[in-house]
């Protein structure tokens, strides 16, 4: 494992360990998990090679529906970088039985030239005894290293999760165009197990313009 890697690691095992601290402060929650998964696929595209890909991440909400978060991953050597750092910021919020969420993506990419670009990603979901829906939008406005493009890619996912069941079944399809992709579409289905804490994970994730392929993922959460 190279220094990158075992930053990442890191920094989902601090908030392992100050997660008792944190919770305790009204109004105010940290969460995150560790975890590794045989492909680390996006929007339908392997990012890491087809190779296992180490992911750790970090969320703390605030009152009102605030939250700032910083995930990562180990990626396929892109330009000099062989990480990625996602830094997340936006707020939550209820509304007519659904839940919205607004914020803004920061896609960092350390060692790398001119990888660096930002997102707004915009999301409504309802839930309905066992099942949710949701309905996403991402939106890349034009930036320097897309190429002075704008990117939009639209998603619709769901979730079906009975308490009797003891696995829990989800999916998505998602096309994008623009900086990334000139019409793609991509969808994933899956099956998710939970041990406490612990998920093992199996989905299926395809693409029109890549071959699909089944990626397995076990993560830790707290």
Known sequence: MNIKLALIAAVAAFGFGGAATAREADGVKLSGDI?????YRYRGLSLSGEDPALQGSLKLELPQGFY???WGSNIEDTGGADVEIDLSA??????????FDV???????PGGEDLNYWEIPLSASRTWDAFTGTVGLAYAPEQDNLGNQDNTYFSVSAEYAPESWPVSLDGWIGHEDGAFADGKTDWALGVTKAFGPVALSLHYVDSDVESGAAVVGLKAGF
């Open 90 to 99: 936006g707020l939550a919020a209820s509304a007519g039985g659904f839940d």
């Open 103 to 109: 914020g803004v993506i920061y896609y960092a990419y």
């Open 68 to 70: 700032a978060g910083v």
């Open 35 to 39: 975890g590794v998964v045989s492909d």
